[in-house]
């Protein structure tokens, strides 16, 4: 059973923006920081934005501006939002709490 479970990926146009949600057990979320990472074919996969328990939030330099990530803690949720979406922002967007935990991943398709 999967512990982290993402939702909120699909197919945008470029200029266009989606918001992906992660959701965890309570004890995944309240003990960890929580981040973002993507995957694009024949890449590497890539840090986008991470959260701490406390909600500082960082962002890789490719999303400055662009994408926002927040967490609810009533809902053991954390969000990001992504706008002005770019096709080099195509990838296969996963979710992590801490270090040990991973989402299964949910596609992001962003049509020029």
């Known amino acids: 059973q999967a512990q982290l479970m993402e939702s909120g990926g699909g197919l945008v146009q470029a200029g266009g923006s989606l918001r992906l949600s992660c959701a965890t057990s309570?004890?995944?979320?309240?003990?960890?920081?929580m981040g973002w990472y993507r995957q694009a074919p024949g890449k590497q996969r890539e840090l986008v934005a991470q959260?701490?328990?406390?909600?500082?939030?960082d962002y890789a330099d490719s999303v400055k501006g662009r994408f926002t990530i927040s967490r609810d803690n009533a809902k053991n949720t954390i969000y990001l939002q992504m706008s002005s979406l770019k096709a080099e922002d195509t990838a296969v967007y996963y979710c992590?709490?801490?270090?040990?935990?991973w989402g299964q991943g949910t596609q992001v398709t962003v049509s020029s």
């Open positions: 992590r709490g801490g270090l040990s935990f």
């Open positions: 959260i701490t328990r406390g909600g500082t939030a």
């Open positions: 309570g004890s995944i979320f309240s003990r960890n920081p």
